[in-house]
């Protein structure tokens, strides 16, 4: 996953932010928001380790394959991460995984790539969407669960070669420009309703969006993370050299 074209200098943490997990986790609404994140990360992950060996059967040469079985391994290395924390923490992984599976296979299924130029557009594109919406989240996290969501959303690759890649097909054939560019809409317009189907429908993750456990957000900055999420597309879709 990639790092954010929108980083900024991260604030001084407070409330459940500036304690560990052990504190933190007294809180027992916290800990359910948490149990559920680690969840929904841990099966997106899963998720993108599965779509990218599937991916690399579309490649066109062996160099092609060999680099998306290589950010294959690294996703599935952030899985191994995710699920040894909940394990850790006294949570079935598995258990953990499930409230989240449907919704994600709904989204890979109504977002398959018909090509290989597709498949990497949804690998820089819609990854890099969660990413931003799990980094936002990040900063009201403990100390510990914030420092492993953000090592699990390091960038595997894919930023770098997608761009390299679909640059060039674009460069080769402009009329590529087009039809990638209609996908990737689709695919932010996917991406976004998906992650507000899953916040909706667990309260302890909507109650740290909104308030509560997760003290300084509101409404209002939910509209203005969805915003700067928005705004990052734009950025990448720059990059990839198509219109967002």
Known sequence: METPD???????????????????????QYRAAVVDLLGA???????????????????????????????????????????ERLTAIDVDPTGAMEPFAK?????????????????LVKAYVGDSIASDF??????????????????VLDDTGQADFAVEKVRAAIEADPRVGGRL?????????????????VVADRDALSTMLVGGVADGFDLAEVGRMFSRITEA?????????LAA
């Open 41 to 83: 990360l841990a099966y997106g992950e899963l998720a993108a380790f599965e779509r990218l060996a599937e991916d690399a059967k579309l490649a066109p040469t062996l160099a092609d394959k060999a680099e998306l079985a290589k950010m294959a391994s690294a996703e599935f290395h952030h899985f191994e991460r995710l699920t």
């Open 233 to 241: 597309h734009t950025k990448r879709m720059a990059a990839l050299g």
């Open 134 to 151: 799990y980094r936002e989240v990040a900063v009201r996290l403990d100390s510990d669960t914030r420092s492993l969501v953000l090592a």
């Open 181 to 197: 560019a209609l996908w990737a809409r689709r695919l932010m317009g996917e991406a976004l309703s998906q992650a507000q189907r």
């Open 103 to 119: 919704a994600l296979d709904e989204f890979h299924r109504q977002t398959a790539p018909s090509d290989w130029l597709e498949g």
């Open 6 to 28: 929108n980083a900024n200098e991260a604030p001084v943490p407070t409330g459940i932010a500036a304690q560990d997990w052990a504190a933190a986790s007294a809180e027992p």
